[in-house]
């Protein structure tokens, strides 16, 4: 009998491919055709949100109903509103400027990592965006989830199917190992991953060898600005710490504050529910926090805060919604400075704005690089000095840094998957939509029309040896001939001089025929054209009286081409002495 680990990986390898089998018909669906699905898909998980949110919190331990409820509702509805009029199928846009379409393509098979803090809302979240851009889903819950994420999933594929999509668009697995994840991401019909998770599990998917769409962590700073509204400002932190206990990535971690305002912010805390810490208390929580191995203890991750308090032995009043410990700086020796998921907030204290963003940068680059910051503040110059300085590609200003990232209290994109940049080692620093789901074929039409160069003539004049000269290289070799004996002749109706022989002269090379003298001056070495001059000797198609007078003198004929060209001296002198050869 086949052991579990075994039986996930055939599972993993058997969904994928039947999900890659009926993408092939739903990326033939047309616009009308998949809104329809993904409509019936929103409807349904409205209808089941509360029913999920329970199922999530009894088998996963973390988090509230009521808040859960709000994250599935935020998929079916918010999500959904953004996404449904989004053209995914045919020609999405044409450039009439730069005569460029823009043709939509469905990646393939989706391999989706749902987490085990947001199940059911990342669930729906992630099978919405990726049918609405024409993909089938195989999804792989975290093993402590996967009850009702395979209920999600089952929601959702019955509905899709109702509304005409083909059965297994949608699939789960059920038996949720590592090895069956590394399977999916790995497979040879996965198109895409889109990973939610911790950092080991993002590398891995990153490492995969498939296209990887992952996020990173968040450890979320909130700066508060003396020129804040001080009850608005902790009012917003401790809804977005305390929002489902603090399991959103994009959560509050740490509370960085003005020192002018310090004081009106620490009773605006204790009034509105939160517990601040005494040194002894701070460092009890601490060491709750932090395994001996240096990670988040688990046993803390979407605990109320009353549940985490009593872990650690501190007594705090019923009515407590968070924990605030003071801390002095950032690292390991500073428990409360990591990501917490939980409602718990590390809490410093600063001199001015300036310091006030180096202590943020230090908190994002602890763990939370590329992600989101907030910013309670009405100064406009130090909003910008802090969306220019931050290392986080989302700065919230007056508002809850958990929902506010989302895009549920601000106008980003909704989504569920937040990137983080090369800062967070992320291939992208948008909020994940159905847009990054999709590929792009691009029509261009020409607008600069090529301009080709002439052809070279290839018109040639055959040589004695039978080769080929063209009629451009002929011309040039009787300039040069017509200049150099131009030059050297200083009476035109003379015969030119013969030189006189030294007393013991050297012997002269052998010449070939017809082989023009040089008269008054040495040789001169041969140049490329004196070259090709010398290819031409039998035959010539230039005669100048120069040319006659030298033959007469040296007791030779003139060789000339059928289309030979002779001046009217030349013809004079040579025809009387009968110096032309006229070739065939």
């Given at each position: 009998?086949?052991?579990?680990?075994?039986?996930?990986?055939?599972?993993?390898?058997?969904?994928?491919t039947?999900?890659?089998?009926?993408?092939?018909?739903?990326?033939?669906?047309?616009?009308?055709?998949?809104?329809?699905?993904?409509?019936?898909?929103?409807?349904?998980?409205?209808?089941?949100?509360?029913?999920?949110a329970?199922?999530?919190?009894?088998?996963?331990?973390?988090?509230?109903?009521?808040d859960?409820?709000?994250?599935?509702?935020?998929?079916?509805?918010?999500?959904?509103?953004y996404?449904?009029?989004?053209?995914?199928?045919?020609i999405?846009?044409?450039?009439?400027?730069?005569h460029?379409?823009?043709?939509?393509?469905?990646?393939?098979?989706?391999?989706?990592?749902?987490?085990?803090?947001?199940?059911?809302?990342?669930?729906?979240?992630?099978?919405?965006?990726?049918?609405?851009?024409?993909?089938?889903?195989?999804?792989?819950?975290h093993?402590?989830?996967?009850?009702?994420?395979?209920?999600?999933?089952?929601?959702?594929?019955e509905s899709?199917?109702?509304?005409g999509?083909?059965?297994?668009?949608i699939?789960?697995?059920s038996?949720?190992?590592?090895?069956?994840?590394q399977?999916?991401?790995?497979?040879?019909?996965?198109?895409?991953?889109?990973?939610?998770?911790?950092p080991?599990?993002?590398?891995?998917?990153?490492?995969?060898?498939r296209p990887?769409?992952?996020?990173?962590?968040?450890?979320?700073?909130?700066?508060?600005?003396r020129?804040?509204?001080v009850?608005?400002?902790?009012?917003?932190?401790?809804?977005?710490?305390?929002?489902?206990?603090?399991?959103?990535?994009?959560?509050?971690n740490?509370?960085?504050?003005?020192e002018?305002?310090?004081?009106?912010?620490?009773?605006?805390?204790?009034?509105?529910?939160?517990?601040?810490?005494?040194?002894?208390?701070?460092?009890a929580?601490?060491?709750?926090?932090?395994?001996?191995?240096?990670?988040l203890?688990?046993?803390?991750?979407?605990?109320?805060?009353l549940?985490?308090?009593?872990?650690a032995?501190?007594?705090?009043?019923?009515t407590t919604?968070?924990?605030?410990?003071?801390?002095?700086?950032?690292?390991?020796?500073?428990?409360?400075?990591?990501?917490?998921?939980?409602?718990?907030?590390?809490?410093?204290?600063?001199?001015?704005w300036?310091?006030?963003?180096?202590?943020?940068?230090?908190?994002l680059?602890?763990?939370?690089?590329?992600?989101?910051?907030?910013?309670?503040?009405?100064?406009?110059?130090?909003?910008?000095?802090?969306?220019?300085?931050?290392?986080?590609?989302?700065?919230?200003?007056?508002?809850?840094a958990?929902?506010?990232?989302?895009?549920?209290?601000?106008?980003l994109?909704?989504?569920?998957?937040?990137?983080?940049?090369?800062?967070?080692?992320?291939?992208?620093?948008?909020?994940i939509?159905p847009?990054?789901?999709?590929?792009?074929?691009?029509?261009?039409?020409?607008?600069?029309?090529?301009?080709?160069?002439?052809?070279?003539?290839?018109t040639?004049?055959?040589?004695?040896?039978g080769g080929?000269?063209?009629?451009?290289?002929?011309?040039?070799?009787?300039?040069?001939?017509?200049?150099?004996?131009?030059?050297?002749?200083?009476?035109?109706?003379?015969?030119?001089?013969?030189?006189?022989?030294?007393?013991?002269?050297?012997?002269?090379?052998?010449?070939s025929?017809?082989s023009?003298?040089?008269?008054?001056?040495?040789?001169?070495?041969?140049?490329?054209?004196?070259?090709?001059?010398?290819?031409?000797?039998?035959?010539?198609?230039?005669?100048?009286?120069?040319?006659?007078?030298?033959?007469l003198?040296?007791?030779?004929?003139?060789?000339?081409?059928?289309?030979?060209i002779?001046?009217p001296?030349?013809?004079?002198?040579?025809?009387?002495?009968?110096?032309?050869?006229?070739?065939?």
């Amino acid at each position: 009998m086949l052991d579990k680990d075994l039986q996930s990986i055939q599972e993993a390898r058997t969904l994928v491919t039947q999900t890659a089998e009926v993408q092939k018909e739903f990326a033939k669906f047309s616009q009308e055709k998949i809104d329809a699905v993904v409509a019936a898909m929103a409807e349904a998980g409205r209808r089941e949100a509360e029913r999920l949110a329970r199922m999530a919190v009894e088998e996963t331990g973390y988090g509230n109903v009521e808040d859960k409820i709000c994250k599935n509702r935020f998929a079916t509805d918010i999500v959904y509103e953004y996404i449904k009029n989004i053209k995914t199928v045919g020609i999405l846009r044409e450039d009439a400027q730069n005569h460029v379409w823009e043709v939509a393509a469905p990646m393939g098979v989706v391999a989706a990592i749902i987490p085990t803090t947001n199940p059911t809302s990342t669930t729906i979240y992630k099978s919405l965006i990726a049918l609405k851009a024409g993909n089938g889903i195989v999804l792989s819950p975290h093993p402590n989830a996967v009850k009702c994420i395979n209920e999600s999933a089952r929601i959702l594929h019955e509905s899709a199917v109702a509304a005409g999509a083909p059965p297994n668009i949608i699939t789960c697995l059920s038996r949720a190992t590592l090895e069956a994840t590394q399977e999916l991401m790995k497979h040879r019909l996965t198109a895409i991953i889109l990973a939610t998770g911790g950092p080991g599990l993002v590398r891995a998917a990153y490492s995969s060898g498939r296209p990887a769409l992952g996020v990173g962590p968040g450890n979320v700073p909130a700066f508060i600005d003396r020129s804040a509204a001080v009850p608005k400002a902790v009012s917003d932190v401790l809804a977005g710490k305390t929002f489902d206990y603090g399991t959103l990535c994009s959560s509050e971690n740490a509370l960085v504050v003005d020192e002018p305002i310090h004081e009106q912010v620490t009773a605006e805390l204790k009034q509105q529910g939160a517990h601040i810490c005494s040194p002894s208390e701070t460092e009890a929580l601490g060491r709750l926090l932090v395994t001996p191995q240096g990670t988040l203890n688990t046993a803390v991750v979407g605990k109320s805060a009353l549940h985490i308090a009593a872990l650690a032995g501190i007594k705090v009043p019923k009515t407590t919604r968070a924990l605030v410990g003071p801390t002095e700086g950032v690292g390991k020796a500073f428990p409360l400075s990591l990501e917490k998921l939980s409602p718990i907030l590390a809490y410093y204290v600063v001199r001015d704005w300036q310091e006030g963003s180096r202590r943020c940068t230090e908190i994002l680059n602890y763990g939370g690089l590329g992600h989101s910051m907030v910013l309670h503040c009405q100064n406009r110059d130090v909003i910008k000095a802090f969306a220019l300085q931050q290392p986080a590609f989302r700065i919230l200003v007056n508002t809850l840094a958990s929902i506010g990232a989302v895009g549920y209290t601000t106008g980003l994109v909704p989504a569920m998957t937040l990137g983080c940049g090369s800062f967070g080692a992320n291939i992208t620093s948008d909020n994940i939509g159905p847009q990054h789901l999709l590929n792009l074929k691009r029509v261009a039409f020409e607008t600069r029309p090529y301009q080709q160069k002439a052809a070279p003539s290839a018109t040639t004049v055959p040589s004695a040896a039978g080769g080929g000269i063209s009629r451009e290289t002929i011309r040039e070799i009787v300039d040069e001939l017509i200049a150099r004996r131009t030059i050297k002749m200083k009476e035109p109706h003379s015969l030119p001089a013969r030189p006189t022989p030294p007393a013991s002269p050297p012997p002269a090379p052998p010449q070939s025929a017809g082989s023009p003298v040089e008269l008054k001056t040495p040789p001169e070495p041969p140049s490329a054209v004196t070259q090709a001059a010398k290819h031409l000797q039998a035959v010539v198609d230039f005669v100048s009286e120069y040319d006659v007078k030298t033959a007469l003198a040296q007791h030779r004929k003139i060789h000339l081409s059928v289309k030979a060209i002779i001046t009217p001296s030349a013809r004079e002198l040579g025809e009387a002495h009968q110096v032309f050869i006229r070739e065939a």
